[in-house]
């Protein structure tokens, strides 16, 4: 499992104590180091390697916008902060995610899987980046039970919504977290896995046979709803 090095940048210690609890509960990641202001963070970087900085916005002196705004080569920021007005900015800026304090658990677990979930592949002759996932071995960790599981994607066979919870069934047993279905759809490659239902993901892969109306999994018969049904099809018979 690759091990990633963080690095909390806030000038007020208890939104970076939040942060810290977070970072030590989750086995993928670690603490590199912690800075209260962008000077300091400045120094940091020139000596140790980062691939996420969470980086508040509304610092003393220099801005964590304008900070980044500095970097040639910037770890993936992720931006905490009290704020909401400066999400669009932050975006035009390769931001990985845009967290509100306080932070919760559920939207900072999201964020982390933004970042483990995607990595970039260069173009050749082009100055741009695409987001690629090596689907043999992408995976994304889940809070259920109390306790983090990860979750290889190519082992989901099918996710169903249940209200605030999403269930999702994997060829090694079923996972139940607190998530929406819409943001399951949005975590998972469109290439792959495919929205049937109000209620119901499957992967392309495991689909073993279909009709105007269903769809066979081998664990599962799983209902297309008739809003799906027109793009299920054209999907499945290009």
């Not at 109306?213 to 027109?230: F, M, N």
Request: with cysteine; hydrophobic share 45%.
């Amino acid at each position: 499992m690759q091990i990633y090095s963080c690095l909390l940048v806030d000038d007020e210690p208890p939104a970076r104590d939040v942060l810290k609890h977070y970072i030590e509960n989750m086995p993928m990641l670690t603490l590199a180091g912690e800075c209260s202001n962008a000077f300091e963070a400045i120094s940091f970087l020139q000596n140790h390697s980062i691939e996420i900085m969470f980086l508040d916005i509304q610092m003393p002196e220099l801005s964590g916008m304008d900070f980044l705004r500095t970097l040639t080569n910037p770890p993936k920021t992720i931006f905490t902060t009290a704020f909401e007005g400066y999400a669009l900015e932050s975006y035009e800026l390769d931001a990985v995610d845009y967290l509100l304090k306080p932070v919760s658990l559920e939207r900072f677990i999201k964020a982390i899987n933004k970042v483990i979930s995607k990595k970039e592949v260069q173009l050749p002759g082009l100055h741009q980046t695409i987001p690629s996932i090596p689907w043999a071995d992408s995976f994304l960790y889940f809070r259920s039970e109390r306790k983090m599981i990860k979750v290889v994607l190519e082992d989901i066979l099918y996710v169903e919504s249940l209200k605030d919870y999403v269930k999702i069934v994997t060829l090694n047993g079923p996972v139940v977290t607190k998530y929406a279905m819409s943001a399951m759809e949005a975590m998972l490659p469109e290439q792959k896995f495919m929205r049937i239902h109000r209620s119901f993901m499957v992967s392309v892969d495991k689909i073993t046979s279909f009709s105007q109306t269903h769809i066979q999994l081998a664990v599962a018969i799983i209902p297309i709803g008739k809003l799906y049904q027109r793009e299920v099809i054209r999907k499945l018979c290009p």
